[in-house]
C-alpha cells in the first residue's frame, strides 16, 4: 500500500516537472539567468585582477619618472641678484666702464694699476663700514673657477646658461670647489682685497660675462637670465680703442699730472716711459 502511495507520488512529481519544462518561457528562462551568472562572474575575475594591490607604487618609482633637481626649475624664476648678503649696506665703490658712458661716468671707472689705466670690466661692492663682508652667488649654477690670484685678490667663477658667467674677485675664505652646484644667495667667501685696485680697499669685484664679453652688471640686477641672453654687447674693440685714450687724457687733465708723475718711479729707481703710462688694457684679468 505504502510502495503504491510513493509511487503516485513520484509520478505525479515527474508529470509536474514535465509540464513545467514543456512552457515556453521556461528554457529561455534559464538560458538568460546562466548567461548573466557567468557574466557576472568573468566581470568580478577581471575586475579582481586589475586590482592595484598587484602593483607596487614606491615612491622612489614615481620619483624616477622625474629626476631633475628642483634647482632646476627655481634657476627659470631666478633674478640676478647683488652678490652680497645684505645688499642694504653694500655701496659700489667703483662702476662699470661704459663705452657710452659719459666722459665724466668713464674716468671714475678707469683703474690705475702697474702704471697704466684700465677699465673696469665688472663693479667693485664695499660695504659702508669699510668691514669684510659675506659674498653671495648672485645666480645659481655651477662652479667652474677656484683660483688663487695675489693680483686680483683670488678668482670665483660661476657658469649658468648659454654662455652666461658670473665672476668674484677680491675674495677670501672660499667656501666652494670647482664643481659644486650652488644656490643663489649662497655664501661662496669673503671680501678681500687686491693689489690690482688697492684703493676699493676691502670689497669684491662682480662680473657678469656674456660669451666672454663684460656687460654692466647693475643693468642686470632684478632682472632674469633671459634678458641679458636677448641682449648683445655694445663694449665693441672699436669703441675700446677709441674711447679709453679720450677718457684717459680727460683724466690726467683734471689731475694735472701725468700717471707716470702720479706714481713716481718704478720699483727700480728708474722714471717710467711715456709708453709705459699710455697703454691701456682692457681686461682685468
Known amino acids: 500500500m505504502k510502495m503504491r502511495e510513493e509511487e503516485?507520488?513520484?509520478?505525479?512529481?515527474?508529470?509536474?516537472?514535465?509540464?513545467?519544462?514543456?512552457?515556453?518561457?521556461?528554457?529561455?528562462?534559464?538560458?538568460?539567468?546562466?548567461?548573466?551568472?557567468?557574466?557576472t562572474g568573468v566581470l568580478w575575475y577581471q575586475s579582481s585582477s586589475s586590482s592595484s594591490d598587484k602593483y607596487s607604487?614606491?615612491?622612489?618609482?614615481?620619483?624616477?619618472?622625474?629626476?631633475?633637481?628642483?634647482?632646476?626649475?627655481?634657476?627659470a624664476l631666478e633674478n640676478f641678484k647683488m652678490p652680497v648678503a645684505n645688499a642694504d649696506q653694500a655701496v659700489v665703490k667703483m662702476g662699470f666702464y661704459d663705452f657710452k658712458a659719459s666722459p665724466k661716468d668713464q674716468e671714475a671707472?678707469?683703474?690705475?694699476?702697474?702704471?697704466?689705466?684700465?677699465?673696469?670690466?665688472?663693479?667693485?661692492?664695499?660695504?659702508?663700514?669699510?668691514?669684510?663682508f659675506d659674498v653671495t652667488a648672485s645666480l645659481s649654477g655651477t662652479v667652474t673657477r677656484v683660483d688663487q690670484d695675489s693680483?686680483?685678490?683670488?678668482?670665483?667663477?660661476?657658469?649658468?646658461?648659454k654662455g652666461v658667467v658670473t665672476q668674484y674677485q677680491s675674495?677670501?675664505?672660499?667656501?666652494?670647489k670647482v664643481g659644486d652646484q650652488v644656490n643663489q644667495g649662497q655664501v661662496i667667501a669673503t671680501?678681500?682685497?687686491?693689489?690690482?685696485?688697492?684703493?676699493a680697499g676691502t670689497h669684491v669685484h662682480f662680473e657678469i660675462r656674456k660669451d666672454g664679453v663684460a656687460v654692466n652688471p647693475t643693468n642686470y640686477f632684478n632682472k632674469p637670465l633671459a634678458a641679458l641672453q636677448e641682449e648683445k654687447s655694445t663694449n665693441t674693440t672699436d669703441d675700446q680703442t677709441k674711447t679709453v685714450p679720450d677718457a684717459k687724457k680727460n683724466l690726467q687733465q683734471d689731475q694735472g699730472s701725468s700717471p707716470t708723475?702720479?706714481?713716481?718711479?718704478?720699483?727700480?729707481?728708474?722714471?717710467?716711459?711715456?709708453?709705459?703710462s699710455d697703454s691701456i688694457d682692457n681686461t682685468n684679468s
Open 8 to 39: 503516485n507520488k513520484r509520478s505525479s512529481q515527474s508529470s509536474s516537472v514535465k509540464r513545467f519544462f514543456k512552457k515556453r518561457w521556461v528554457f529561455p528562462a534559464i538560458y538568460i539567468a546562466s548567461a548573466a551568472i557567468i557574466l
Open 57 to 75: 607604487y614606491n615612491t622612489s618609482d614615481l620619483a624616477g619618472k622625474n629626476n631633475q633637481p628642483a634647482v632646476e626649475v627655481n634657476k
Open 261 to 276: 708723475e702720479k706714481s713716481g718711479t718704478s720699483t727700480d729707481g728708474s722714471t717710467p716711459s711715456d709708453n709705459s
Open 109 to 132: 671707472a678707469l683703474v690705475f694699476y702697474n702704471n697704466t689705466y684700465q677699465p673696469n670690466t665688472g663693479i667693485d661692492i664695499t660695504s659702508k663700514d669699510g668691514k669684510a
Open 191 to 199: 671680501a678681500g682685497q687686491s693689489l690690482y685696485n688697492k684703493d
Open 171 to 176: 675674495v677670501k675664505d672660499m667656501k666652494i
Open 151 to 161: 693680483v686680483l685678490g683670488n678668482v670665483i667663477e660661476i657658469e649658468h646658461d
